[in-house]
């Protein structure tokens, strides 16, 4: 809802932001737009309801405890600066791994190829993806700080990456990239251009973060020009 208010009034300060250069995809073909519109909301709320549900049964049935601390003595500010730090360093790294796997020919003609029906991307793609893949390259990979890092963080810091990671998704798939946006103040984090040029020309920028840089896969989204030649 958040960004549906910069689609709707679409004005010159707020477009100037704009990721891409092509048309917003109901500008381009309505119809057409309505159907993957309702589609990612099928499919959105399925991996949020159902898919997180299920991720949770294990424990359920176990008793077993959660592992980071739940008493009184909160994290500091600076701590949980430092725990979403780590958090989206351990977070970003899995799904590098995890994404660039999915771009292999079988994984992507058969899993990946739903999330990119997205080519202009919009908020509503962030979690537009295959259960399989939304499993394995979105909730285990954003668990996996928390469970390592175990009684060293706090439930407080634990939301807080919980809340940073779902608006970080909605954000990257945004379509814009805004001066203002406090994903800024995390280094491990690109820009918002980042993600949606690896959806514009499918390659590179697997994590749209400082593992693209590591690994070299952070092909030049920076630049218009790479836009307009693709």
Known sequence: MYFFFFYKVKLPFFEKYKSVPDPWPWETDKQEWDKLFWRSVKLSLFNAVVMNTLLSVPTIVTGQAVPWRYDYNFDSPLRMFVMLILCSLIENLGFYTTHSFLH??????????IHHEHKVTTSIAAIHAHPLEYLI?????????PFLLGQRMHMSSFFAWNIYRIFNAVSGHSGYDFSWSPFRCFFVTADGKEHAFHHFVNIGNYSASIWDVVFGTNHGSKTENHFKSS
């Open 137 to 145: 390259g979105n909730a285990i990979p954003s668990s996996l700080g």
């Open 104 to 113: 292999t020919p079988l994984l992507y003609k058969h899993i990946h190829k």
